[in-house]
Nanobody, 127 residues
C-alpha cells in the first residue's frame, strides 16, 4: 500500500505559478503510475495530468495542456505538478493519485483506474 501526501497549494494571482508536490511512502514508488486530479464543490473530480511509472510518458487534460507539467523523481518518491499561467478557473482542490502498474510506459486518466489517493491541497487563483 502506498500513502500519498500533497503540499504546495495556496493563493496566487491569475498569471502566476505554483508547484504542487506529492510525497509517497509505504511501497515501491516506481511501481506506481501517478496522476493529478482536481475537484470543486458540487462537481465531479476531473483528470488533470498522468505520468507513467518511468516518467517517460505523460498526458494532460486539454484545459491545462501547455500550462501544467507533471514530473516525478523516483529517487525521492515524489511527483510534481508545475502550474504556470494560472487562471481563476484552475481554482480547486488538487489530489494526487497512484495506481500500481506492471507497464512502465502506461499512464491512466480515469478516476476509477486509481486506487490510492491523497487528502488534497487547495489551489485558489484570484482574478
Amino acid at each position: 500500500q502506498v500513502q500519498l501526501v500533497e503540499s504546495g497549494g495556496g493563493l496566487v494571482q491569475a498569471g502566476g505559478s505554483l508547484r504542487l508536490s506529492c510525497a509517497a511512502s509505504g511501497d515501491t514508488f516506481s511501481s506506481y503510475a501517478m496522476g493529478w486530479f482536481r475537484q470543486v464543490p458540487g462537481k465531479e473530480r476531473e483528470f488533470v495530468a498522468g505520468i507513467s511509472r518511468s516518467g517517460g510518458s505523460a498526458f494532460y487534460a486539454d484545459s491545462v495542456k501547455g500550462r501544467f507539467t507533471i514530473s516525478r523523481d523516483n529517487s525521492k518518491n515524489v511527483v510534481y505538478l508545475q502550474m504556470n499561467s494560472l487562471k481563476p478557473e484552475d481554482t480547486a482542490g488538487y489530489y494526487c493519485a497512484a495506481r500500481f502498474s506492471i507497464y512502465s510506459a502506461n499512464y491512466y486518466i480515469q478516476n476509477s483506474e486509481y486506487n490510492h489517493w491523497g487528502q488534497g491541497t487547495q489551489v485558489t487563483v484570484s482574478s
